[in-house]
Every structure is written in C-alpha cells, then in structure tokens.
C-alpha cells in the first residue's frame, strides 16, 4: 500500500507527479495562500509524511493531530517553524535543503547591502515620482561599501558566501559565530571578533544566523546602541533575531543610518507596519533563496528525501 503525503503548497505538478510512484498524494490546492491552520491540522490526520514550506508551523499541537507521521521535508534550510526536539522525541525525521541556495542567497544579501548602501530604491522612486529635476552634488548621496567594514553575524556557508563577496569589494571583514573558523581566517583573512566589537567597528552589520532560541532578539535597544550612527543593518536570515520596536526607534532617530531587511517577525509585515514608513529601510518579501534555478533544486531536494523515504533507503539532509 502506498504511503501516504500531504503538501502543504501547490508546487509545479512536474515536480510533485513522480512521487506518485511511492505516495498516495494530497495537497493544499493555492500557490500563494497558506493552508488555514484548521484546514491543515485536519490534513495531518493520516498522513505519514508532511511537505511544509517555512510558513507551516510543525508543534507539538500538530503532532496530536498526526499520529502516524514519520517524515516531515521542509522547503528551507532554517528549520525554525519545525520543533525538532517534539519531533525527536516521537521518533519522527525531518530534512531541509542546506547548500543549494547558498550562493543565491549570498547574492540577495549582497544586493540588499548595495541598494541599502546606495539609496537605490529609493532613487527609483524619486525618479518615477517626477521628482528629478536636475543634478546636483548631495543628491540622494549614500554610503561606500568599497573599502568599508563588514561585521557577519552566523558565519554559517552564507556567511561565509557573503564574506567572499565583501573581498571583491575590498572590505574588512570582521565576523562572529558560535564556532572560530580558522581555515576561513586564514584563506580570506576574516578576523573573529566579539559581538560587541563586531557591532561597534562595523560599517556594514550583516545577521546571517539561525533563528533559535539562543538568536531570538539577539540584536536589541542594547546592541543597536552599539552600532556606529551612520552604520547599516542587514537582515536576510530570521525577522525575530531584531527587535523590530528598537530598530525603529534608532532608524526614526538619526542612530543607525539605514536597514535592509528581506525577513520580519510577521510574514507578511503588515502594511501599516512603522518600518515600512521609513524612507531609509529597503524592505523585500523574503526573497533571499528566490531564483528559479535555486528554489527549483530546493524542490529536488526535498523530492531526493522523499523518493529515499519512498524506497525505504537512508535519507539525506536530515536534520539532528
Ligand atoms: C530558507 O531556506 O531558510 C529561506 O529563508 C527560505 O528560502
């Protein structure tokens, strides 16, 4: 008998036919809507493998609606919408999709740093409002990323992707991790820094961690008072690794000189959301993995664990 697979997304049908193979499939029939929480609670019921993306929330009040799973894939590397620990504990596997969106997504980073840095939306705009009218020195001047100081936050493989790019653009490249990584300092010259002085010396701030509970409001009132006035953050990983209040407040205020952010506490960021009315915030919609070469290998693999699981064979890119 087949098992049986609930997706939580409308993925593109080329994808998702072949696991009829081993699968009696289900799925949440919408592309952009997210499965109402009901809805999917209901879906578990007998299901033996759940396909989530990052807006599924796999918690332990899932698991008592899903007494026969044993498999849950997720369409991200970070797993923060998944309780490991409650899945472990009942002996159910999960896989996320680690190194086929590194480069992709050390490229958003870098795009966001730049647009941030340059003032390049909000140039667009100024053009598209019919607001340019002639040239003149300090219009919309921003800030060098050539020569000037990144800090990374999470030197992870992103991060380190990012830092490769920062050589490019000559800067100094200060980091901070759980874990030293000699063989990276040595290679590209990257030098361990506390947090602190991480926040303090750098031009650039770029978080690159995982959202856990060690991250989760990491960078606060406090360290943002850290940072040099004329600094800028990035944030491409987690919205709930900063406070959102306090980086408003410092944005609003002339202490921090701008923020790029492609991820928020809330997904969707509301609309009236107080970030949003800042002319010096680059905002994206989580966009950072978004090509169709790198979301399109995320799928594979996740169809990779699946099909193993299917096949009764080891699966890869568990996560422990
Ligand atoms: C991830 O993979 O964790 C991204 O945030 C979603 O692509």
């Known amino acids: 008998m087949k098992k049986k697979l609930f997706i939580t997304r409308k993925f593109p049908t080329h994808i998702v036919e072949p696991l009829q193979e081993f699968y009696e499939i289900s799925q949440w029939d919408e592309e952009e809507i997210v499965i109402p929480r009901d809805k999917l609670l209901a879906a578990v019921s007998d299901c033996e493998v759940l396909w989530v993306t990052i807006a599924d929330l796999v918690d332990e009040e899932l698991l008592t609606h899903a007494?026969?799973?044993?498999?849950?894939?997720?369409?991200?590397?970070?797993y923060n919408n998944i309780d490991v620990k409650a899945l472990r504990k009942q002996g159910i596997m999960a896989t996320n999709t680690p190194?086929?969106?590194?480069?992709?997504?050390?490229?958003?980073v870098f795009g966001l740093l730049l647009a941030t840095a340059r003032r390049i939306p909000e140039?667009?705009?100024?053009?598209?409002?019919?607001?340019?009218?002639?040239?003149?020195?300090?219009q919309l001047v921003g800030k060098d990323v050539s020569?000037?100081?990144?800090?990374?936050?999470?030197?992870?493989?992103?991060?380190?992707?990012?830092?490769?790019?920062?050589?490019?653009?000559?800067?100094?490249?200060?980091?901070?991790?759980?874990?030293r990584r000699h063989e990276a300092e040595e290679m590209y010259g990257f030098q361990y820094v506390s947090l602190e002085d991480l926040l303090k010396q750098s031009d650039f701030v770029v978080i690159m961690t995982p959202y856990?509970?060690?991250?989760?409001?990491?960078?606060?009132?406090?360290?943002?008072?850290?940072?040099?006035?004329?600094?800028?953050l990035?944030?491409?990983?987690?919205?709930?690794?900063?406070?959102?209040v306090a980086l408003y407040d410092v944005l609003k205020n002339g202490k921090l000189w701008a923020?790029?952010?492609?991820?928020?506490?809330?997904?969707?960021?509301?609309?009236?959301?107080?970030?949003?009315?800042?002319?010096?915030?680059?905002?994206?919609?989580?966009?950072?993995?978004?090509?169709?070469?790198?979301?399109?290998?995320?799928?594979?693999?996740?169809?990779?664990?699946?099909?193993?699981?299917?096949?009764?064979?080891?699966?890869?890119?568990?996560?422990?």
């Open 67 to 78: 007494p026969n799973l044993k498999l849950v894939t997720n369409l991200a590397v970070g």
């Open 99 to 108: 190194g086929v969106l590194t480069n992709t997504t050390a490229d958003l």
């Open 123 to 138: 140039s667009e705009r100024y053009l598209r409002e019919g607001k340019w009218k002639s040239w003149y020195p300090m």
């Open 147 to 179: 020569g000037a100081t990144i800090g990374i936050i999470g030197m992870g493989r992103i991060g380190q992707a990012v830092a490769r790019r920062a050589k490019g653009f000559d800067m100094k490249i200060l980091y901070n991790n759980r874990r």
């Open 212 to 232: 856990n509970n060690d991250t989760e409001g990491l960078i606060g009132e406090h360290e943002l008072a850290l940072m040099k006035e004329d600094a800028v």
């Open 234 to 244: 990035i944030n491409a990983s987690r919205g709930g690794i900063i406070d959102e």
């Open 259 to 320: 923020a790029g952010l492609d991820v928020f506490e809330q997904e969707p960021i509301a609309m009236d959301h107080p970030l949003l009315t800042l002319p010096n915030v680059v905002a994206l919609p989580h966009i950072g993995s978004a090509s169709l070469e790198t979301r399109t290998a995320m799928l594979m693999l996740n169809v990779k664990a699946l099909t193993a699981y299917g096949q009764g064979k080891a699966i890869s890119n568990r996560i422990d």
